[in-house]
């Protein structure tokens, strides 16, 4: 079946522009996950959803950052005003309920900031 | 809340060695440890995890050990091979922070022909 999708694959922005990040997760997943991965570092978590309950924010880096889910499925992680140090690879992963629940993550969005 | 260190950062063997990467955490609550492998312009990929009731699991030529009391684990490759060549994270969840994993910052394994 179909993995978790990203899109878009690239996408560069000129600084101060907002942009928008798509992850599409397996069907049936009802955890959604999203991390950021800067050049050369591992991942850093950054919001987590987890059915109809209120979304774990606490890695979102400042208030230019959010994301939702609509209608437990699809995920959108917005950046205002971005910044170059926003530059980086975002990952979105998915998984069924429970503690040791497998993540299975997409391939990524490169965002570059110029 | 939990922090993970890895260590070595990079490890280049030859075909056909051993290569082991281990990885620190801080929370004791911690009870799932998995490991991921990422290849250039791909999402990591799970490889092999281990819970906190385990010592060690193998599938393969790939094992991973826990010590709780030392609060690190380590993987193990074996028989490495040239497709082997991968950049490897380390993970932890702690179940007091939800479904969130704790991230090293990986290896970059390199095996040589």
């Known amino acids: 079946g179909a993995g978790v999708s990203q899109s878009p694959s690239n996408k560069v922005t000129e600084k101060g522009k907002d942009v928008e990040l798509r992850c599409d997760p397996i069907?049936?997943?009802?955890?959604l996950y999203w991390y950021r991965q800067s050049l050369g570092q591992g991942l850093e978590f950054l919001i987590y959803?987890?059915?109809?309950?209120?979304?774990?924010k606490s890695g979102l880096p400042s208030d230019r950052f959010s994301a939702e889910r609509t209608g437990g499925s699809v995920s959108t992680l917005t950046i205002q005003r971005t910044q170059q140090e926003d530059s980086a690879v975002y990952l979105c992963?998915?998984?069924?309920?429970?503690?040791?629940?497998?993540?299975?993550f997409g391939p990524g969005t490169r965002l570059t900031v110029t | 809340g939990e922090n993970v260190e890895q260590h070595p950062s990079t490890l280049s063997v030859q075909e056909g060695d051993s290569a082991v990467i281990k990885c620190t955490y801080s929370?004791?609550?911690?009870?799932?440890f998995p490991w991921y492998k990422q290849e250039l312009g791909k999402g990591p990929q799970l490889i092999i995890d281990?819970?906190?009731?385990?010592g060690e699991k193998k599938d393969q030529r790939i094992a991973v050990t826990l010590n709780k009391t030392a609060k690190h684990f380590s993987l193990h490759i074996t028989e490495t091979q040239p497709e082997d060549s991968a950049v490897y994270f380390c993970?932890?969840?702690?179940?007091?922070?939800?479904?969130?994993?704790?991230f090293g910052q990986g290896t970059e394994l390199s095996v040589k022909p």
């Open positions: 959803f987890q059915g109809n309950s209120a979304p774990d």
């Open positions: 929370d004791s609550a911690s009870n799932y």
């Open positions: 992963a998915s998984s069924t309920p429970g503690p040791g629940a497998e993540q299975y």
């Open positions: 069907s049936g997943h009802t955890a």
């Open positions: 993970a932890a969840k702690t179940p007091r922070e939800g479904g969130k994993l704790i």
């Open positions: 281990i819970r906190s009731n385990v």
